[in-house]
């Protein structure tokens, strides 16, 4: 059985989940963190340098900029995205995941 996930918009009376166990195969709920993401807060300190693969020069990414027009399937209407090439690059990196924030 697949699970598709459904976005809908909340209410701020809502209750937010706090455990999203129940939602996850079981193979899925036996996955650990990789040990390298677990390294990645210490590329944050100053003067760190990572002398690991994996983090290219942002620079030498050819996008200028990304512009999306996404359109609301509730009134209809349409929201436009612009991403900077320095949000792309950063964008385009390895970095931590926190979590899904789950906003209103």
Known sequence: KS???VITRRSSTSARIKD???YLSP???RRQPSAIRK???LL???GMVSLGGGLPN???FPFTSIKLGISDPHDGGETELKLSAEEIGSALQYSPT???LFTQ
């Open 20 to 22: 999203f166990t129940p």
């Open 98 to 100: 926190v979590s899904l």
């Open 44 to 46: 944050e300190q100053p």
């Open 3 to 5: 699970f598709v996930p």
């Open 27 to 29: 193979l899925s709920q």
């Open 39 to 41: 390294l990645m807060p």
């Open 58 to 60: 942002a620079a030498l």
